[in-house]
């Protein structure tokens, strides 16, 4: 596992490169101590090497404290002749925001510095981790490696050491929130998803018996 992380490290260019050279968090980093970067991507459909990603938003948690100084928020470009098709009614962006947004590799470059330092939490995390691996590949050389914390997951294991067994619906987000209390969101604007999870995380980590990243790490 070790070596080929390091093997990523050496094959990374631009953005990646930076991204590696700043320590992540290691599995022993106390849950009070940990930094986070909350994080959702919107696509056009479900497959990394066939679908684009549309939208990226992405929040900082620094311990049990959400910094919204530092979220962010990114549409980005098509390609010549791309259209949002059918995908426009889940997230919403037509093809006019689409064609003003920015270069997928300067979209990129925003979330690596941004993530710089910490482990990434997202809501299912295997949608954000391959989409922007694959991106990562494409223009950096080599895949995205960094720790992955997943609302998805720990509220799954939540209710099985309850004794209540997930079903239907009831690991999507929205439907957590409302367990919880939390306030109702839209969903599918990356940057409010993004924020959404943020909250879930806060709400689980007083519920779970974690007390660093190795306990919470997917």
Request: hydrophobic letters at 40%; one cysteine or more; charged letters at 25%.
């Amino acid at each position: 596992m070790l070596g080929r992380r390091k093997a990523k490290i050496r094959r990374a260019t631009g953005a990646l490169q930076e991204f590696y050279s700043v320590p992540r968090p290691g599995a022993s980093t106390r849950i009070e101590d940990l930094k986070l970067l909350a994080v959702d991507v919107e696509t056009t459909g479900l497959k990394p090497h066939r679908h684009q990603i549309v939208s990226i938003g992405w929040v900082p948690i620094n311990g049990d404290v959400i910094d919204l100084s530092g979220a962010g928020y990114v549409v980005i470009r098509g390609s010549e002749g791309f259209s949002v098709g059918s995908s426009a009614v889940i997230h919403q962006l037509t093809d006019d925001e689409i064609a003003a947004g920015i270069d997928i590799k300067e979209a990129l470059g925003q979330l690596l510095q941004a993530l710089q330092g910490r482990a990434m939490l997202a809501h299912f995390s295997p949608i954000e981790r391959d989409f922007i691996s694959a991106a990562c590949l494409k223009h950096f050389g080599t895949l995205l490696d960094v720790p992955l914390v997943d609302t998805f997951a720990m509220e799954r294991r939540h209710m099985e050491r309850m004794s209540t067994y997930p079903r239907g619906e009831d690991l999507r987000l929205a439907r957590i929130r409302q367990r919880y209390g939390l306030p109702n969101y839209s969903n599918h604007q990356a940057l409010t998803d993004a924020l959404a999870c943020a909250e879930v995380y806060l709400v689980q980590i007083t519920h779970l018996r974690a007390n660093t990243l190795k306990d919470i790490w997917e």
